[in-house]
Nanobody, 123 residues
Framework: QVQLVESGGGLVQAGGSLRLSCAVS????????RGWFRQAPGKEREFVAV???????DYADSVKGRFTISRDNAKNTVYLQMNSLKPEDTAVYYC?????????????????WGQGTQVTVSS
């Protein structure tokens, strides 16, 4: 059984920062690809960031230069540092594991998900 537990969400003013964490446990490779996605009300779940086992990363254009994804393989934990937050960043943020190939920006490419953590950015 694979479990992903996110934490660190909350309410912040525009321009502020938050750091999300996602602890992964269970039968998954500690060096598996890890992703962050988000879903705003009435919208589809969208890709935010991804990190590979070697540390390579990629980001959605909307968060490039503001968000940073990182990982601690020893703790099997992935982080998302979010700076210069904007109201349009408001969403439930999910971490993903169990990458099954295909497009890493598609939520259909991941087998395991956390419960999500709410991020609300006020203007």
């Amino acid at each position: 059984q694979v479990q992903l537990v996110e934490s660190g969400g909350g309410l912040v003013q525009a321009g502020g920062s938050l750091r999300l964490s996602c602890a992964v446990s269970g039968r998954t490779f500690s060096r598996d690809v890890r992703g962050w996605f988000r879903q705003a009300p009435g919208k589809e779940r969208e890709f935010v960031a991804v990190i590979w086992s070697g540390g390579n990363t990629d980001y959605a254009d909307s968060v490039k230069g503001r968000f940073t994804i990182s990982r601690d393989n020893a703790k099997n934990t992935v982080y998302l540092q979010m700076n210069s937050l904007k109201p349009e960043d408001t969403a439930v943020y999910y971490c993903a594991a169990g990458y099954a190939g295909r497009s890493y920006t598609s939520y259909n490419s991941y087998n395991y998900w956390g419960q999500g953590t709410q991020v609300t950015v006020s203007s």
